[in-house]
């Protein structure tokens, strides 16, 4: 078949209707697409929650809590508050934004923090997720334990060569626990997240 | 030219990255582990299969004057279907590519091959043709992150190859790095040919 001569109608026409076609096939794909997009970006968002908590036995969806901008998940045992989880975020990264999830103990204690979304150089920034750099935060308080590099006068050993990436890291774990204390550490505020609050108040002690 | 020959055509001899030197942006870019390679690599694949086929399809009722109009909205159309399906079953993946999967729009392979294959041949010749591109594009592009994945982080597909801590040649996972990967295998592969008159 000859190919369709280039006048204006037929330019309208077949630009239309192809146009309307991949609306059509894109809406039939998001439409498919969806819950399990849903479900997969849920999923990451468990995962990194339970990595980070001490073992709890309450669904910290349910304690989702939004302050400026941050995201906190409370995790309860048999009604009694052990931690919680804040989704921080930091913009003074390498490559601009990246986000982490870190665990707090009631007291403010770091329990865990797992890097949730980062695009650091590889091989520099990007090693913030190996044990080595990660796993020094796990059981110090931000209250004695300086959140700065050493560089920078602060208790943090640096990743090597990626002074910018490891500030970063600081700046965010910083950001939630200025947060966390703010509005959690108090009896008042965790008792809204909970419903125990003579319990919650034991914990605070801890 | 024989429909087998339009497949083999693009894993050597008229090879996407090594030969025609199209879309090297995602060459340079993405390929610094050997995951990251590999699916870069099939994502654009499967782009390409998508978008021919389809154009192939199409092709007689596309006035000549608005063909590459129809072709971006086509290959626009298919990389956010693949975006899609990344996003829903690969999450994993879709999160180490970020960015460059919505960038396969602009990757001028795919609207290349449209351009000088799929409008002119037909349906199942324009589908071997994707996908040899497309492999010949994934090959080229595992073979670069491989190089530059044990040089610059010591390790094979995330297997470390070294003992913890010891020092790689960082160089070759920053984008010097890839340069200088991609200009010796380029010059490898010339001399092959060479020697082998393909």
């Known amino acids: ?206 | 030219m024989s429909n087998m020959k339009a497949f083999t055509n693009g894993l050597i001899k008229e090879n996407p990255t090594f030969v025609l030197v199209l879309g090297t942006c995602p060459v340079l870019a993405i390929t610094t582990t050997g995951f990251n390679g590999v699916g870069m690599g099939l994502a654009t694949a499967m782009v390409l299969v998508l978008s021919n086929v389809f154009i192939s399809l199409v092709k007689d009722y596309i006035p000549d004057k608005v063909r590459i109009a129809v072709f971006i909205t086509v290959i626009a159309t298919m990389v956010t279907v693949v975006e899609l399906l990344m996003k829903a079953y690969t999450p994993g993946l879709y999160k180490a590519l970020g960015i460059f999967i919505p960038l396969i729009i602009v990757n001028c392979l795919v609207l290349g091959r449209a351009e000088a294959f799929a409008q002119k041949k037909g349906v199942w010749a324009s589908f071997l043709d994707g996908l040899g591109m497309g492999l010949g594009f994934t090959i080229a592009l595992t073979l670069i992150s491989i190089v530059r994945e044990i040089l610059g982080n010591g390790s094979f597909f995330t297997i470390p190859l070294l003992p913890a801590g010891s020092s790689t040649m960082l160089l070759f996972i920053l984008p010097p790095g890839a340069f200088l990967t991609f200009g010796l295998l380029f010059a490898i592969m010339n001399a092959l040919k060479k020697k082998y008159k393909m």
């Open chain 1, 1 to 206: 078949m000859a190919k369709m001569e280039s006048t204006l109608k037929n330019m309208v026409l077949s630009l239309t209707l192809i146009s309307m076609l991949m609306a059509a096939l894109l809406g039939t794909v998001y439409t498919m697409t969806k819950a399990p997009i849903e479900k997969a970006d849920k999923e990451k968002e468990i995962s990194a929650v339970k990595e980070v908590l001490p073992a709890y036995d309450n669904d910290p969806m349910k304690t989702k809590k939004e302050i400026d901008g941050l995201t906190f998940y409370t995790g309860t045992k048999s009604g009694q508050v052990v931690g919680c989880a804040v989704r921080t975020f930091t913009t003074k990264g390498f490559a601009g934004r990246f986000d982490l999830m870190v665990g707090f103990k009631p007291n403010g204690t770091i329990n865990k923090i797992a890097v949730l979304e980062q695009k650091e150089t590889p091989g520099l920034g990007a090693k913030m997720t190996d044990s080595k750099f990660i796993d020094q935060f796990n059981e110090k308080n931000p209250a004695v334990f300086r959140l700065k590099v050493k560089k920078d006068v602060g208790d943090v050993d640096a990743i090597s060569a990626a002074t910018i990436s490891s500030r970063a890291f600081c700046d965010g774990v910083q950001k939630a626990y200025d947060l966390y204390m703010k509005n959690f550490a108090k009896p008042v505020v965790a008792g809204a997240a909970t419903t125990d609050t003579v319990k919650v108040k034991g914990g605070q002690h801890e």
